[in-house]
């Protein structure tokens, strides 16, 4: 039944794409967000999905879409550019023959991400694409969330829809992620041309906000908490009234801390305990080794050079009641850890010249998110009441200011989990690319079009007595 409904939304996507020929580019965002692959029991995941709605969407783009536009930003220039570096840092000084695997899918995400802002041309498009992105996520985390009010949950157990551990579906990504995108939830629900926003719209969105919530606390991700905190932090910074913020998230923290379980409250508790939790003190001794790998190999070790590592973790022990304790010292060898963090596997991976690439991208993206804020005040200032440009001129800068919140979220969740080449964020930089494109197109129009001026009636004053700036005289 299950491999049915996944095959009934494929072939939506293909037959509504030849009537709306960007319907197939929205299909792709559906597999790289849900992975509808790991979903089917046998028929769907036998079809590759992935190559039909890809070159599908690149086939209608070239011979079906009337709106495309051939044109290239300096963000879309930089993800092709990492992408180039990491083919060669991968065929040509790669460390670990695996990793040959890993590029084929980064590959395949960053080339759609720099591709798919020439199709999202109108805001139609746009809001269907972010629709799709939110639904998908949505998808997982009201399930996950399910469980988790159940009594399910725990470091470690499956709560997702496929008992698999790797993209969206591995808790501490799926966390940072769900945590990072609701700022562009909140922004669909009031802004969509799709849906106008009512109580139920409103408490669907407060439904999957919760759901995201939720995952983090059932998944019992220190990296969740850290994102959790850094959203908050936000949105009391960008708060109009910023005590009664202030006020409202430590209530809704002091009420949530009762029905937390009792697992979650102890594994957070090791963020403040190093040098007794292992993981913790793991990570530090892998990101002190990476930093000596890269001293020694500016280029990188390509992709999973992390399987080489070993490192020795010095670690304490206290043992008795209070003023009468022990405390113990003794190393642990650990070999092949994984970086926990997308800053280190940049640098360990792609080295310098690949991390500043990746950096790069990061602080350009929230730049261009800012800039759409910067420029709709701008315009609010200048422009007259009945000018064009003023009527979607919220839709914009509350676009810019949601995703200028995503961007810092997901990369302060990034700090403690590899996830700098998973395809949310080079999603995130499309849609930021897109209306940034759509916006310069419709100032650059109202700027180059002239005003008509009727001709004067013989006897009638004048009308071209007084022209606004750009305007043609009449003949």
């Known amino acids: 039944m299950r491999d049915l409904l996944l095959l ?42 992935a190559m039909i709605l890809g070159a599908g969407a690149f086939l209608s783009f070239l011979f079906l879409d009337k709106e495309k536009k051939f044109r290239f930003s300096a963000l879309q220039t930089l993800v092709v550019l990492l992408v180039g570096y990491m083919t060669m840092s991968t065929y040509g000084w790669m460390v670990v023959p695996d990793g040959a695997v890993k590029l084929d899918w980064v590959t ?28 998908s996520i949505s998808a997982i985390t009201l399930s996950a969330g399910g469980k988790v009010l159940m009594g399910g949950g725990g470091y470690g157990s499956s709560l997702f829809l496929v008992n698999n551990n790797t993209g969206l579906y591995e808790g501490s990504t799926l966390a940072t992620t769900s945590l990072a995108i609701v700022p562009l939830l ?64 430590v209530l809704v923290a002091l ?29 530090l001794a892998v990101w002190d080794w990476t930093l000596g790998y890269v001293a020694a190999n500016p280029l990188g070790g390509g992709f999973n ?62 730049i261009r998110s800012r800039n759409l804020v910067k420029t709709e005040r701008k315009l609010q200032k200048t422009e007259p009441e ?18 200028s919140t995503t961007i810092p979220v997901y990369m302060t969740g990034s700090l403690f989990v590899g996830i700098a080449l998973q395809p949310a964020f080079y999603h995130f930089v499309a849609l930021t690319v897109a209306m940034t494109y759509l916006r310069t197109d419709q100032i650059a129009a109202a700027r180059n ?25 009449a003949e």
């Open 8 to 49: 009934a939304i494929l072939f939506s996507f293909i037959l509504v794409n030849f009537r709306l020929p960007y319907f197939m580019a929205l299909g792709y965002l559906w597999i790289d967000f849900l992975q509808p692959q790991r979903l089917g029991y046998y028929v769907f995941n036998q079809i590759p999905v």
């Open 186 to 249: 909140w922004w669909f629900y009031k802004y969509n041309s799709f849906i106008k926003p009512s109580k139920v719209t409103f408490l669907a969105a407060l439904g999957i906000t919760l759901s995201m919530v939720l995952v983090t606390i059932g998944a019992e991700a220190r990296t969740g908490l850290v994102a959790m905190a850094a959203l908050a932090g936000l949105v009391w910074l960008r708060s109009k009234n910023k005590m009664i913020s202030a006020t409202a998230l």
């Open 108 to 135: 395949k995400a960053l080339l759609f991400s720099a591709f798919i802002p020439l199709v999202l041309t109108t805001r139609v498009r746009i809001e269907a694409a972010l629709a799709v992105i939110l639904f």
């Open 386 to 403: 009945d000018s064009p440009l003023l009527k979607e001129s919220e839709w914009f800068r509350t676009f810019g200011t949601a995703m």
């Open 305 to 366: 050079v992390y399987k080489i590592n070993n490192v020795t973790i010095d670690m304490s022990k206290t043992t008795g009641e209070a003023g009468n304790t022990d405390t113990t010292s003794y190393s642990v060898q650990d070999r092949a850890r994984a970086f926990h963090s997308s800053y280190f596997e940049m640098l360990g991976e792609q080295g310098i010249p690949g991390f500043l690439l990746w950096i790069s991208i990061v602080v350009l993206v929230w």
């Open 255 to 283: 009420i949530s801390i009762p029905f937390l379980p009792q697992s979650f409250t102890d594994r957070m508790s090791t963020l403040e305990a190093v040098q007794s939790d292992q993981s913790a003190s793991t990570r």
């Open 449 to 473: 079009v002239p005003v008509i001026v009727k001709r004067a009636k013989p006897g009638a004053r004048n009308p071209n007595t007084k022209l606004r700036p750009g305007a043609l005289p």
